[in-house]
């Protein structure tokens, strides 16, 4: 099992950023990608962007292409999602996510194909 805790959530206006960290702990080696989820109330969970563990392979919703910036550090078992130019659409809980996939089922960015999840940050954007 991996567990996953995420942290860097805060309420910005318009236009600025903010950077959420994800850190795994547990056995991570069941696990071959990351990947951020947000989600508003009574909405399904909107894949935003993944990571593969080994390539490090990157994915994005068209929604954030060019805002957002995935990235890990696989020896400290962590994530990061760098969030520029922030919108108030924006506004959300962000959870990170892990799974073990190959990586054309890790670009759907599917939340029903991610086993590992942590509680979610808020995310408010103004």
């Known amino acids: 099992h991996v567990q996953l805790v995420e942290s860097g959530g805060g309420s910005v206006q318009a236009g600025e950023s903010l950077r959420l960290s994800c850190v795994a702990s547990?056995?991570?080696?069941?696990?071959?990608?990351g990947a951020w989820f947000r989600q508003t109330p009574g909405k399904a969970r909107e894949g935003v962007a993944a990571?593969?563990?080994?390539?490090?392979?990157?994915f994005y919703a068209d929604s954030v292409k060019g805002r957002y910036t995935i990235s890990k550090d696989t020896a400290e078992n962590t994530l990061h999602l760098q969030m520029n130019s922030l919108k108030p659409d924006d506004t959300a809980v962000y959870y990170c996510?892990?799974?073990?996939?190959?990586?054309?089922?890790?670009?759907?960015?599917?939340?029903?194909?991610?086993?590992?999840w942590g509680q979610g940050t808020q995310v408010t954007v103004s």
């Open positions: 996510a892990a799974a073990f996939l190959l990586p054309n089922v890790v670009a759907r960015l599917d939340a029903a194909t991610f086993l590992y």
């Open positions: 547990g056995y991570t080696d069941s696990a071959s990608c």
């Open positions: 990571i593969t563990k080994a390539t490090s392979l990157t």
